[in-house]
């Protein structure tokens, strides 16, 4: 079974910078997607990047040239530089990883598992 800790959130004025990291512990199958979500109240989870086992990154346009993620696979961690923190980036945020099983009939299952969460909070 796989587990995701996350560091790193905290209180930051805007125009600040954060650096979030969660670390896997547990059996990783391959191929995967680390990624990291965010969610406030009464909003959905959403995207904000993710990047896969060989390294491929995907940026929701609202952290695009602010954010950057990067991954070890050999210490199963991954980390988040978050840049130029708007109040708009509060919320907590949320360390995924996506497992990629291939299905004995055919077709891909998607394991996914979820860290516990930490708040960012971006404010004057």
């Not at 993710?50 to 491929?56: D, K, L, P, R, T």
């Not at 050999?74 to 130029?84: E, F, H």
Request: aromatic share 10%; hydrophobic share 30%.
């Amino acid at each position: 079974q796989v587990q995701l800790v996350e560091s790193g959130g905290g209180l930051v004025q805007p125009g600040g910078s954060l650096r979030l990291s969660c670390a896997a512990s547990g059996t990783i199958f391959s191929p995967n997607a680390m990624a990291w979500y965010r969610q406030g109240p009464g909003k959905e989870r959403e995207l904000v990047v993710e990047i896969g086992s060989v390294g491929v990154t995907y940026y929701a346009d609202f952290v695009k040239g602010r954010f950057t993620i990067s991954r070890d696979n050999a210490k199963k961690t991954t980390s988040l530089r978050m840049n130029v923190l708007k109040p708009e980036d509060t919320d907590v945020y949320y360390c995924n990883l996506k497992e990629f099983r291939a299905k004995p009939t055919g077709g891909i299952n998607e394991v996914n598992y979820w860290g516990q969460g930490t708040q960012v909070t971006v404010s004057s």
